[in-house]
């Protein structure tokens, strides 16, 4: 079982739609969990970060953490063309502050 | 204006060769990481470091090495052992920053290493 999982994609929704990003992950011991956006040929931006059970809202955005069921997401309301791009699931984990990644999943939102 | 810097933006290396990827930041982070990332895959960690003079490897730690004597410095050497090492190199620091107030990955620009 790969550590963060995460389904490529792509998913598609229409602008100002509701997009729904979904990440699971196996170690429980894990303590902080990040999402990251990464635009094609450039670096990972952070969107959000989320360390206890429940929901965390930012302008559009809006990370969910359910440590029991170990999965967190991300879904992104109003979605806009400018928010097409590849969402990164990542947590931090162990004493050396290991952080993994998942593949990512391509969003696509059409005008 | 802190940030990440990354050098070279692009490198082309002959097979046999090592190359040496620069990572330098100016954020006052304890912590820095070096990740691979290859067309359509995610990030996948190669080295990374908590403090001065000690490092861990990650999960591709094959074929590459790293040093850390100073804070600011955290340099990538991919070696000729590296069997298939053209990808997309990222460093990142770990700590606050103004924008994010919270202890995350910030992220340089990038190396695109391409073997000949």
């Known amino acids: 079982q790969k550590e963060v999982e995460q389904n490529s994609g792509p998913l598609s929704v229409p602008e100002g739609a509701i997009a729904s990003l979904n990440c699971t992950y196996s170690d429980r011991g894990s303590q902080s969990f990040f999402w990251y956006r990464q635009y094609s040929g450039k670096s990972p931006e952070l969107i959000m970060s989320?360390?206890?059970?429940g929901d965390k809202e930012d302008g559009r955005f809006t990370a969910q953490l359910n440590k029991a069921s170990q999965y967190v997401s991300l879904l992104i309301r109003d979605s806009q063309p400018s928010d097409s791009a590849t969402y990164l699931c990542a947590l931090l984990s162990g004493g050396y502050q290991k952080v993994t990644f998942g593949i990512g999943t391509k969003l696509q939102v059409i005008p | 204006d802190g940030g990440i810097t990354q050098s070279p933006k692009y490198l082309f290396r002959k097979e046999g060769q090592n190359v040496t990827l620069s990572c330098e930041q100016n954020?006052?982070?304890?912590?820095m990481y070096w990740y691979r990332q290859d067309p359509g895959q995610g990030l996948r960690l190669i080295y990374y470091s908590q403090i001065v003079n000690d490092f861990q490897k990650g999960d591709i730690a094959e074929g590459y090495s790293v040093s850390r004597e100073k804070k600011e410095s955290f340099p990538l050497t991919v070696t000729s052992a590296q069997k298939n090492p053209t990808a997309f190199y990222l460093c990142?620091?770990?700590?606050?920053?103004?924008?994010?107030?919270?202890?995350?990955?910030?992220f340089g620009a990038g190396s695109r290493l391409t073997v000949l």
């Open positions: 990142a620091s770990k700590g606050s920053t103004p924008h994010s107030g919270a202890n995350v990955l910030t």
């Open positions: 989320i360390y206890s059970n």
């Open positions: 954020l006052n982070h304890d912590a």
